[in-house]
C-alpha cells in the first residue's frame, strides 16, 4: 500500500515554497508537486509569474533586489533544506471524496494525502505573439505585471503602453502613469470595459491617452521593446507605435482545471472560494493559498504570506483529526 502523506502541496510558487518551509519546519515530511513547464499559450513554468520576471524590487529583504528565478530557487533550497520532498510532475485530477485523498499525477501515479495545499497561481492571459513571448521571457520590456515592475529602470521615463479595456488594465495604466513619461491604453473597441470612475482615473492623468479600434500585431525590438505594430481594426490600416515597455492587462486564468469534478468549489472566474479569512476550501482538509485563491493583490508577498497561512491551517487540522 502506498504512502499516505500528511501534506501535498500543489504548485511550486511563493505560496507553495512557503506553506513547505513552514510545513517542514513543523516536521509534517511535506511533498511538493513543482508541475512541468509547458505552453498556454505563454510559458507556465514550475516557479510560477516569478520565473518571467527578471528584477522583484518590492520583495523586503533583497534591497537590491533579486530575480524572479533567482528567488524561487532560494525558496526551494530552504524548503528543501528542512527535509521537503519535491516531485517534477502535474497533479491532473484530485478525488477529494476519498479519505485519505487521493490525487493523480499527469505519469499516472496515485499520490494519497491526509491534507492538500493547493497553490498552482494564476497565469496571465497574452496575446500570444512570438516576439511578445520571446520579450517577456527575456526581460525584454514585456510584462504581464505593471505594479510588479513598472517602477523599473527600463520603464522610467519613457512611453509605455497597456493593452487592455477592463478595471484590471486602468488600473494598471493609471499606475504606469506615475514613472512613464507617456502611457497609451491600446483598445480593440471604441469604449472602455472599465467602470467609469476607473477610466476617469487614468484619462485625468495629463500623460495618458487611449488609441481606440486598435490591436497589437506585432511587438518590435531584438533585446528590448521599441514599439509595436498595430492594426485598425476597422479600417485594417497598420501604424508603428513607440514605445519601450508593453504591459499585457486582459486577465488572468487560475490553473484550477484539474479541479474538475473534485468538489472544490470555485467563483465565477474559476478561482478557489475560501472560507472567511483562513486558507479552508469547502472541504475539510483542504486549504488553497496564493493566486489561485487570490484575484486581487497577485503580488509574490501576499502569496507567501498565504503558503503561511496554509501549512498553519493544516497542521491545526492534522493536530484535530490526527494527533499529528
Known amino acids: 500500500m502506498s504512502q499516505i502523506h500528511k501534506i501535498v502541496i500543489i504548485g511550486s510558487g511563493p505560496a507553495g515554497w512557503t506553506a513547505a ?15 512541468v513547464p509547458k505552453q498556454d499559450p505563454g510559458p507556465i513554468l514550475p516557479g510560477g509569474q516569478l520565473m518571467l520576471t527578471t528584477d522583484v524590487e518590492n520583495y523586503p529583504g533583497f534591497p537590491e533586489g533579486i530575480a524572479g528565478p533567482e528567488m524561487m530557487d532560494r525558496f526551494q533550497k530552504q524548503a528543501m533544506r528542512f527535509g521537503t520532498k519535491v516531485e517534477g510532475k502535474d497533479i491532473v485530477r484530485c478525488d477529494f471524496g ?18 492538500v495545499v493547493i497553490a498552482t497561481g494564476a497565469t496571465a492571459n497574452w496575446l500570444g505573439l512570438e516576439n511578445e513571448m520571446r520579450l517577456a521571457r527575456s526581460g525584454g520590456g514585456v510584462s504581464a505585471c505593471a505594479v510588479c515592475d513598472g517602477a523599473l529602470p527600463i520603464f522610467r521615463d519613457q512611453p509605455l503602453a497597456v493593452v487592455g479595456g477592463g478595471d484590471s488594465a486602468m488600473e494598471e495604466a493609471t499606475h504606469l502613469t506615475k514613472f512613464g513619461s507617456k502611457v497609451y491604453v491600446i483598445h480593440r473597441r471604441d469604449t472602455l470595459r472599465a467602470s467609469k470612475i476607473m477610466q476617469q482615473r487614468f484619462l485625468e492623468k495629463p500623460n495618458a491617452e487611449v488609441l481606440w479600434n486598435k490591436v497589437v500585431v506585432d ?5 528590448r521593446v521599441e514599439g509595436v505594430l498595430l492594426e485598425d481594426t476597422k479600417t485594417g490600416e497598420r501604424s508603428r507605435l513607440d514605445v519601450k515597455g508593453l504591459f499585457i492587462a486582459i486577465g488572468h486564468t487560475p490553473a484550477t482545471k484539474f479541479l474538475k469534478d473534485s468538489g472544490i468549489e470555485l467563483d465565477e472566474s474559476g478561482y478557489i472560494v475560501l472560507r472567511s479569512r483562513s486558507s479552508a476550501t469547502n472541504i475539510d482538509g483542504v486549504f488553497a493559498a496564493g493566486d489561485v485563491a487570490d484575484a486581487r493583490y497577485r503580488q509574490a508577498i501576499t502569496a507567501a504570506g498565504m503558503g503561511c497561512q496554509a501549512a498553519l491551517d493544516a497542521e491545526h487540522w492534522l493536530t484535530l483529526n490526527l494527533d499529528a
Open 219 to 223: 511587438v518590435l525590438g531584438d533585446e
Open 98 to 115: 476519498r479519505r485519505p485523498f487521493v490525487l493523480h499525477t499527469h505519469d499516472g501515479e496515485e499520490v494519497r494525502a491526509h491534507t
Open 21 to 35: 518551509i513552514y510545513a517542514a519546519r513543523a516536521q509534517l515530511e511535506p511533498i511538493v508537486f513543482a508541475g
